[in-house]
């Protein structure tokens, strides 16, 4: 896809209308959805119209959600704010974005050296997480669902190899959240942007170095036309969640039904987000090496080493010093991990590397 066909520009376009308060007639709601994603955008943006599409078709039209793509609204890293301040009802974004407003908040997006997919699910749904999450969005008023998710993603796009620790030194990197604090811990200056500003940023040489999700979403941005050095895996982030958030008040006025349906679409899509970035990055690897001369490349053993004890001190150090619901939150989570990782690490694993070893068909 190209990416011109859906990178807008940031600005706002919206008139007094499109704040007006939600549309109700004859007991039809009309909800207004902001995201961080560009219009059309592979596996976000889209997923976050499906997931609309989902929720009007399932309640009859009874809720129909209007979705406002980056920039239609309010600016695409302001979605949240939007929901807080009543701009609109819902947001789809990821959460750690917000990581200003509490530590805690990472925790439901991705984790340096943490959960999978399936390990945050788990967690989520039969772990407490969900239930902490709860109490973090309480604070402003807000709901969040976990609402997609993008599996392991790519450790980013870099002009020049890098053989050691030392070549990280002073590169201006693009990644947001625990991952940038991680990474800072290597030396390099993280700094945090929305998708359609990235490519710009690479190509006037104000970032060095960046990583947004993975090849699927990475060829629609065009990042193969400054940097052809592309890493993996994503020590930081192994599973990354999208959410989309309500504003709790609202959604606790709907009838049951009709909260059960958001709850529930958010659910199914959490799923179908994932198996469409299963499906669709191997593709889209593919064509960026064959057709556009990428080099694949992985970190150095040093790298991954020094990323797992930089992640280890970032995750003491908010158990141990964080507020009370970010040391309740950092404590969950690594309890669950712990639990988790063990089956993840007798069986999947070793079942993945024997595949590699012997399976050839």
């Known amino acids: 896809m190209d990416r011109r066909s859906f990178i807008r520009a940031g600005a706002l376009g919206a008139g007094a209308a499109a704040l007006a308060a939600p549309a109700v007639a004859q007991d039809k709601i009309t909800w207004r959805m ?71 908040l990472n925790f439901f997006t991705g984790v340096p050296y943490g959960m999978t997919s399936a390990e945050l699910a788990g967690w989520m749904r039969h772990m407490g997480g969900q239930e902490l999450w709860d109490e973090v969005y309480d604070q402003f008023g807000v709901q969040g669902f976990l609402s997609g998710n993008t599996g392991i993603q790519a450790g980013g796009w870099f002009r020049d190899e890098i053989n050691s620790l030392e070549d990280l030194k002073g590169l201006r990197f693009r990644t947001p959240g625990l991952g940038g604090r991680v990474w800072e811990k290597l030396g390099v200056t993280a700094t945090n942007m929305a998708a359609g500003e990235i490519f710009q940023a690479l190509q006037s040489g104000t970032l060095d170095a960046a990583e947004f999700v993975g090849p ?41 039904d009709l909260q059960a349906i958001v709850r529930d679409v958010s659910q199914a899509e959490y799923d179908q987000v994932g198996s469409e970035f ?31 004890e930089a992640a280890k001190e970032v995750l003491t150090s908010l158990r141990d010093n964080g507020d009370d619901l970010t ?3 950092t404590e969950s989570f690594l309890e669950a991990l712990r639990l988790m990782r063990g089956k993840s690490e007798i069986a999947e694993g070793p079942f993945v590397r024997a595949r590699e070893q012997y399976f050839d068909m």
């Not at 592309?230 to 009838?255: C, H, I, M, N």
């Open 327 to 329: 040391k309740r939150t």
């Open 278 to 308: 299963a499906a669709n990055d191997p593709r889209a690897l593919k064509t960026l090496v064959e057709e556009h001369g990428v080099n694949m490349r992985q970190f150095p053993d040093e790298v991954m080493k020094a990323g797992a």
């Open 34 to 104: 902001v995201t961080t994603w560009p219009k059309n955008f592979p596996g976000l943006g889209v997923g976050a119209q499906r997931l609309a599409d989902r929720i009007t078709a399932a309640s009859g039209g009874r809720l129909t959600i209007q979705v406002y793509s980056a920039g239609e609204l309010v600016p695409p890293l302001q979605s949240l704010d939007a929901v807080i301040d009543g701009s609109a009802e819902m947001s789809h974004s990821a959460a750690y974005y917000w990581q200003n407003k509490s530590d805690a």
């Open 216 to 256: 699927y979403n990475d060829l629609a941005l065009g990042f193969h036309q400054v940097a052809k050095n592309y890493y993996f895996p994503s020590f930081v982030e192994p599973g990354l969640a999208t959410e989309l958030v309500v504003d709790k008040a609202k959604y606790q006025a709907l009838p049951e």
